[in-house]
């Protein structure tokens, strides 16, 4: 049984999952969350990308906070969460390129 296959199983109504065999719920699982982790990258990019054109202010809001609110029907602890996480992380060194470094000097 192949479970990483990345076909969905055709939308089954809420009556119809247990009659779901197991390969097509493992399936089903597996699509829905690569979807799901493409959504969310997409809307951190478009988060981002408003929030650096300063897409706010040219549409007659406040801050891309109270865009996200009105414009998403978010709560503006959601709103603000969406705005931290679509920023760009730094990336730290790992312990072991420290030790590297350290043992190079």
């Known amino acids: ?15 119809g999952w247990p009659e779901l065999a197991d390969v097509d719920l493992l399936r089903t699982l597996v699509e829905t969350e690569r979807r799901r982790r493409r959504l969310d990258a997409a809307m951190r990019a478009a988060v981002a990308e408003a929030d650096r054109r300063g897409l706010a202010a040219g549409t007659g809001y406040r801050d891309t906070v109270e865009l996200l609110t009105d414009l998403l029907r978010i709560t503006t602890h959601e709103a603000r969460r969406r705005i931290e996480y679509a920023a760009p992380q730094p ?6 390129v420290w030790r590297v470094l350290a043992a190079a000097s």
């Open 91 to 96: 990336r730290t060194r790992s312990r072991k």
């Open 1 to 15: 049984m192949t479970i990483h296959s990345t076909a969905l199983v055709p939308e089954a109504p809420a009556r």
